[in-house]
């Protein structure tokens, strides 16, 4: 199995203070940084543009994990491309021609993720897999921080991992949605080797502590 990758949404920071924000979770332990983009559209939120990721990039050297929840997808994959993301993943339900995004994305020498909403099935992988860097399992409906973790998404993820283990392809399966240090155990023997947190770590006193804590649970 892949070392574990913990990626804090900055979704929950403060952003007055994003920058330092961004370099506290590092400092505390994190290996990505997970980068929400919505868009009031795909999403009943409004979040953070490339903007945002052009002026980060000039902080930071930390590997970028864009989320795009938005329709259409193109044009903001060229756009987070250019500002500088190292992984681009998105909801295949937002793109007419999910396999050209993939290559779009893939194009720009960026790794490619899709995205499954909790009632996506798993057949969006029949014909992409040999394109995929990583396979993002949402375990709350996107648009929104701070929601409750959806159980049906331990079984989603056995699932999956079978089957990237079956391809003998270098997948990574993330999680995504109310993962906390007391569920985390669970997510990571479902087979996620990812994980996103938001409000677990930003609303947290200590944010290295937290993720300390998280890869204590994720090796027992
Ligand atoms: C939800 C976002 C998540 C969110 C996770 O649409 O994709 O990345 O920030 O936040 P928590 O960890 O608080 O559920
Ligand atoms: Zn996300």
């Not at 756009?79 to 007419?96: C, Q, T």
């Not at 290559?103 to 798993?122: D, E, F, M």
């Not at 949402?138 to 929601?147: C, E, L």
């Amino acid at each position: 199995r892949a070392y574990p990758i913990i990626a804090p949404s900055i979704l929950s920071a403060d952003f007055t203070r994003l920058g330092a924000e961004v370099e506290a979770v590092l400092e505390g332990g994190a290996e990505w940084i997970h980068f929400d983009v919505m868009d009031n559209h795909y999403v009943p939120n409004l979040t953070i543009g490339p903007l945002v990721l052009q002026s980060l990039r000039k902080v930071t050297k930390a590997f970028v994990d864009v989320h795009l929840m938005v329709k259409p997808v193109d044009g903001m994959i060229e756009a987070f491309a250019g500002a500088g993301a190292d992984l681009i993943s998105f909801h295949p339900e937002a793109s007419e021609h999910v396999d050209r995004s993939l290559q779009l994305i893939r194009s720009k020498g960026v790794k490619a993720g899709l995205v499954l909403n909790p009632a996506t099935p798993l057949s969006v992988l029949d014909y992409t897999l040999d394109q995929l860097d990583l396979v993002l399992v949402m375990s709350v409906n996107p648009g929104f921080g701070g929601q409750a973790f959806i159980p049906g998404a331990l079984d989603k993820l056995k699932a999956i991992r079978e089957r990237i283990d079956a391809s003998g392809r270098d997948i990574r399966l993330e999680i995504d949605g109310g993962v906390k240090v007391d569920n985390i155990g669970a997510i990571a023997a479902a087979g996620a080797d990812t994980f996103v947190a938001g409000s677990a770590i930003y609303g947290a006193k200590d944010y290295g502590a937290t993720i300390a804590a998280m890869k204590r649970e994720i090796e027992s």
